[in-house]
């Protein structure tokens, strides 16, 4: 299975790109989320985290391979739960996914079937599926913020969700790792890992009042 693919992005069609690996170029299906974000990247190096699956009719054997792919793990991740749900197919998912992940995980965890019936081609039967089966998998992806580039702003979406993951494993529910996480990103300091993340969240558990 390939995960990750890495090259030049030579061209970006309306729901797939061309990305250039050494002799090779491979064409990637993208959700319009990440189609936006690579539009300003021709002739520019990627790395784009991939899916495959195989696409046509077994019963006539033209089953074709195909890659989808996204800039983050987490944004795959996502994905792959999307697609879990009944009636939603991996080309519905990229039809639906062109708002940022944590504004539908949001959605999701807050029950807001209108919502996400405004996703092109979810209706309000599908969005009550999406919410049924995984709002209670969304508080990581809630998370999810706008992207800042490395090292030049506050704590980043990455880490974040990996701070959440620990605080989880730690022993700490759903609810109150997702208020610690979301106290240190109202903070705006610049965490560069989640080592950090998780010593500033502990000096201000344990500050005098």
Known sequence: MIK?????VERVEMNAVDLAVGP???????PEL?????Q???GQAVTLHTLEFLEGTPGRGNLVPRLVGFLSEVEREFFDLVCEVDGVGVRKALRAIVR????IATAIEEQDAAALSTLPGIGAATAERMIAKLRRRMPKFALLVARESPGA?????DVLVETLDV????GHSD?????????????KKKVKDVQEALELIYRSMHRPR
């Open 4 to 8: 990750r693919l890495s090259g030049t």
């Open 24 to 30: 090779l170029v491979h064409e990637v299906l993208v």
């Open 34 to 38: 990440t189609r936006r974000s690579l």
């Open 40 to 42: 300003t990247k021709l």
């Open 100 to 103: 940022p992940v944590g504004d």
């Open 153 to 157: 702003g506050p704590a980043g979406s």
């Open 167 to 170: 605080l989880r494993s730690l």
């Open 175 to 187: 609810a109150d790792a997702r208020r610690l996480v979301e106290n240190l990103r109202e903070q």
